[in-house]
T-cell receptor, first 113, second 118 residues
Framework: GESVGLHLPTLSVQEGDNSIINCAYSNSASDYFIWYKQESGKGPQFIIDIRSNMDKRQGQRVTVLLNKTVKHLSLQIAATQPGDSAVYFCAELMDTGRRALTFGSGTRLQVQP | GAVVSQHPSWVICKSGTSVKIECRSLDFQATTMFWYRQFPKKSLMLMATSNEGSKATYEQGVEKDKFLINHASLTLSTLTVTSAHPEDSSFYIC??????????????FGNGTRLTVT
């Protein structure tokens, strides 16, 4: 079936470096994507979203890139900090009017001081 | 920003008992709420969708008689795990949406409830 998945289960980076977390999706009907950060024992925290009519969106220290041709989504975190250590999920929303999200499997980001 | 509050944050109960988890939207009216379940080191799996004033829509494989959902007001949804068993132990997370239509503000999540059934 169609799903949202991630290439790397764990990503370890040095403090101050840039981080890139990738996500592959297979549902061509999805037109809205969200990146969430989840710290241990907490619920997902919204980071940034992007609609399918865009290929790039920037926030504070974060950038999301969308490549619809290859169904690929990435989250770039600039100047990664220890507080960025968490599990990151991409989630997709199909254009059905139903607002339930489908989550990817998650990537754990470990920031080394 | 929009805040979703979940209570309790953790609960331990004996097998066979029922547990109720509350999800509240604190600063907006949530016409739609979603309940997810998350196993350790796994992703979130949607259990059901509830719209205020109507019956919940359950995902395939989720027992509606076991996981009772009530969304009686625009700020409160409850999930009751009935006759809980150890395999129901999990992290339950709710999310809330302010609009009933296809697009709107991003969904906001509660901080989850850790259920342990002994």
């Amino acid at each position: 079936g169609e799903s949202v998945g991630l290439h790397l289960p764990t990503l370890s980076v040095q403090e101050g470096d840039n981080s890139i977390i990738n996500c592959a999706y297979s549902n061509s009907a999805s037109d809205y994507f969200i990146w969430y950060k989840q710290e241990s024992g907490k619920g997902p925290q919204f980071i940034i979203d992007i609609r399918s009519n865009m290929d790039k969106r920037q926030g504070q220290r974060v950038t999301v890139l969308l490549n619809k041709t290859v169904k690929h989504l990435s989250l770039q975190i600039a100047a990664t900090q220890p507080g960025d250590s968490a599990v990151y999920f991409c989630a997709e929303l199909m254009d059905t009017g139903r607002r339930a999200l489908t989550f990817g499997s998650g990537t754990r980001l470990q920031v080394q001081p | 920003g929009a805040v979703v509050s979940q209570h309790p944050s953790w609960v331990i109960c004996k097998s066979g008992t029922s547990v109720k988890i509350e999800c509240r939207s604190l600063d907006f009216q949530a016409t739609t709420m979603f309940w997810y379940r998350q196993f350790p080191k796994k992703s979130l799996m949607l259990m059901a969708t509830s719209n205020e004033g109507s019956k919940a829509t359950y995902e395939q494989g989720v027992e509606k008689d076991k996981f009772l959902i009530n969304h009686a007001s625009l700020t409160l949804s409850t999930l009751t795990v009935t006759s809980a068993h150890p395999e129901d132990s999990s992290f339950y997370i709710c999310s809330a949406s302010a609009t009933r239509g296809p697009r709107g503000s991003p969904l906001h999540f509660g901080n989850g409830t850790r259920l342990t059934v002994t």
